[in-house]
């Protein structure tokens, strides 16, 4: 049999096995050798490496905003390239407009000119065929007012006559745009007047045949009753 104090060796002894059992293996790794006579700052190599980098992250803070300032000179560029071709584009467009504003404009002056010549020459011509019937309307009705002196007119004659030498033929050939203007003026007031005159008399000789009529019922009135009267007394004999 065990006693008791071997029994409590056992016991001390099992725990201190297991710490032994339980213990990782670590091996032996040996510090780093440095050069003799040299010694290490750490706070200087943390230094440099913050130094190092910064200067990479400056760098590539520049070359950002170098290729940042590139790409927005490009588009200015770039903007200022469409902006030209724009205004280019418009001052040709403006340029065509007035050409062809110019164009249009010479094409209507040209066209009203030749219209203008055109009338021209037509009022020359019916001028001269007025003038060449008038002559000639004028020159044998005075053959025949000559072949009947001697004898008295007619009124229809007469009229006539005061007619022809009343309408005097226009000579406008020589006259510009504002005195053909003022010719217009002159005859539509002369117009006017000869309407105003024409009026007056067919007013007048309203009122003479009025009269006329007036006169002849009068006159017949009188006969009758001068019938009627030499009548009565015929009987009264």
Not at 16 to 25: A, M
Not at 42 to 67: A, M, P
Not at 129 to 147: A, P
Not at 169 to 191: M, S, T, Y
């Amino acid at each position: 049999l065990q006693t008791e104090e071997e029994v409590e060796e056992e016991e001390e002894a099992e725990p201190e096995d297991s710490k032994l059992k339980s213990k990782p293996f670590i091996p032996n790794m040996a510090p780093p050798k440095l050069p003799d006579g040299e010694k290490v700052d750490f706070d200087d190599l943390h230094r440099k490496r913050v130094e190092k980098d910064f200067n990479e992250l400056q760098s590539l803070i520049e070359q950002h905003f170098s290729n940042r300032q590139k790409e927005e000179d490009e588009l200015i560029a770039l903007k200022t390239r469409i902006e030209r071709r724009r205004a280019d584009r418009a001052e040709q467009q403006r340029v065509r407009a007035e050409q062809e504003r110019e164009r249009q404009t010479r094409q209507v002056e040209e066209k009203a000119r030749r219209e203008e010549e055109a009338a021209k020459l037509r009022a020359e011509e019916d001028a001269k065929k007025k003038k060449l019937l008038n002559n000639k309307v004028y020159g044998g009705y005075m053959q025949k007012v000559d072949q009947k002196k001697g004898k008295k007119l007619t009124e229809r004659e007469k009229k006539n006559k005061a007619l022809l030498e009343r309408r005097k033929p226009l000579n406008i050939d020589h006259l510009n745009q504002d005195k053909l203007g003022e010719k217009a003026r002159d005859l539509w007031q002369w117009l006017s007047q000869l309407h105003a005159e024409k009026f007056d008399l067919a007013e007048k000789l309203k009122q003479q045949k009025y009269e006329i009529s007036v006169l002849r019922n009068r006159v017949s009135d009188h006969q009758r009753y001068s019938k009627a009267t030499k009548t009565t007394r015929k009987n009264w004999k």
